[in-house]
């Protein structure tokens, strides 16, 4: 395992080491450095003496390593993270004794950040991104649950993003310490130890049941992406019993309440997966992935593979994605703080392009600013844009609600075929609403969709001129 970033672990050094740097193990490995010091282990970077190879070499702090609850956990996580084999789970390659007989397992060095490290600089994430980090841990979660496995405390921290050149970002799954397999009693607590952490644990883990299995990852894994894509976690206290109480028993901000230029269409998903009730949850860590990428996919914000067949071709709307994943790759050679400024720069002049436009009656030209801001938020990650998103939501929506006209607006198609229109399938189930001819109020009961998502998908079909609007008669 890494340690480039020493905050997957904490940011301290061992003032006692338990190994010594130059020391020898097993006739193998030569120690390095201490990299970092976390709540039971210390992490160093070590040679592998034959091969030359980096590797990181993981044992119990000195308090820890007479302990028998502490040893028994140390050993399960070697074991355990032995017998997973996946890209996106930290690979062990040995587990041997020190000459004292202190155990200690060795795993590969990984050059990269944790996610919490990347989430305390950035505040959030891209949508693109946050959905292709959730894919990659939901691979690895998926494969240690044909294990048996269950890991029980993913979160920022247990999560590694590697930089690897000329390729897109690469999270690995850290910390299977207080992971369960099939053979072992869930459990919360033990001498009041919380085995988990508050914000990320399913609310079966907190009342310690026999039902605690693999969806309890899965409930994990929906509080990353949330936090990932809004900037905070949904379940929040002054202490751990007011955030367990919140788990158990409230429900959480909606993710577009939270960050309202977020596609609704996510809301769904979300609540499943954050059901309290496990069996209200997707059958696995993959259907709830996959049901992610698809709902992307329909508003356009996808980049990976298709997830699941479907006989629409794939294709966007107003949100355009690079034509390849190289727009995730590193940029070294750019200010990441200039490229920030430029960025909130095009944000506000799309913002005062969309209120003069508003002013002056140039509906068309509103709409397709505040398109193109929605685009800015959903593909970029700036505190700034999205404290001016905040602010401009009630303005943006009063523009696609005005291109729109009242409910009894009658609608007609001008082109109706969404291949040729390059639609997704959400608006294509609008053309096809609206073929033959039907009101705003019509369509906006038909869609299936959020009422904000359907007016400003219909407001981008008026202003491209696939649709046609016309004063309706009576009441909708």
């Not at 997966?273 to 049901?291: E, G, H, N």
């Not at 914000?301 to 699941?308: F, Q």
């Not at 929605?374 to 593909?379: E, G, N, T």
Request: one cysteine or more; aromatic letters at 6%; hydrophobic letters at 40%.
């Amino acid at each position: 395992m890494v340690l480039a970033d020493p905050s997957v672990l904490t940011s301290t050094v061992p003032s006692a080491p338990v190994l010594t740097v130059g020391a020898v193990l097993s006739d193998t490995y030569r120690v390095v450095r201490s990299l970092a010091e976390g709540g039971m282990g210390a992490v160093y970077e070590a040679e592998h003496l034959r091969l030359g190879r980096r590797v990181a070499i993981k044992v119990l702090r000195d308090e820890f390593r007479r302990h028998p609850d502490a040893l028994a956990r140390f050993r399960r996580e070697a074991e355990t993270v032995g017998q997973l084999n996946n890209p996106h789970i930290v690979q062990v390659f040995d587990v041997h004794e020190t000459a004292a007989g202190d155990p200690y397992f060795v795993m590969e060095f990984l050059e990269g950040e944790s996610l919490a490290s990347r989430l305390h600089r950035d505040g959030r994430l891209a949508m693109a991104d946050a959905l292709l980090i959730t894919s990659q841990l939901a691979s690895g979660l998926a494969s240690a649950h044909q294990q048996g496995v269950v890991h029980r405390d993913l979160k920022p921290e247990n999560v590694f993003l590697v930089t690897v050149p000329d390729r897109p970002v690469f999270a690995k799954i850290l910390d299977f310490g207080i992971a369960s397999a099939r053979h072992d009693r869930p459990r919360v607590t033990r001498d009041n130890e919380l085995l988990g952490t508050p914000e990320y644990m399913a609310p079966e883990q907190v009342h310690g049941t026999h039902a605690a299995d693999h969806r309890v990852d899965q409930f994990s894994l929906a509080v990353v992406f949330y936090e990932m894509v809004t900037g905070s976690v949904p379940f929040k206290g002054e202490d751990a019993m007011a955030i367990l109480y919140r788990v158990v028993h409230e429900e959480p901000v909606p993710l577009t309440k939270a960050s309202p230029w977020v596609p609704a269409v996510f809301d769904a998903v979300l609540a499943r997966a954050l059901a309290k009730d496990p069996t209200q949850r997707f059958p696995s860590v993959s259907q709830f992935s996959w049901a992610l990428e698809n709902a992307a996919r329909h508003v356009g914000v996808s980049r990976t593979k298709r997830a699941l067949p479907s006989d629409v071709p794939h294709a966007t709307e107003h949100v355009t994605p690079p034509s390849s994943p190289t727009s995730l790759r590193p940029t070294p050679a750019r200010d990441p703080h200039q490229e920030q400024v430029r960025i909130l720069e095009r944000a506000g002049r799309l913002y005062d392009n969309a209120v003069a436009s508003l002013k002056g009656d140039q509906l068309d030209d509103a709409v397709y600013a505040a398109e193109k801001l929605f685009d800015l938020a959903v593909h970029h990650r700036d505190a700034g844009l999205y404290e001016l998103m905040g602010r401009a939501m009630p303005t943006l929506d009063l523009i696609f609600e005005q291109r729109l006209g009242p409910p009894t607006t009658r609608l007609s198609c001008v082109d109706c075929d969404p291949r040729r229109l390059n639609l997704t399938p959400n608006a294509a189930r609008l053309l096809a609403i609206v073929d033959g001819g039907a009101s705003v109020a019509d369509v906006l009961a038909g869609s299936g969709m959020p009422r904000r998502d359907t007016v400003r998908m219909l407001a981008g079909l008026l202003r491209r001129g696939a649709l046609r609007a016309s004063p309706g008669t009576g009441r909708a």
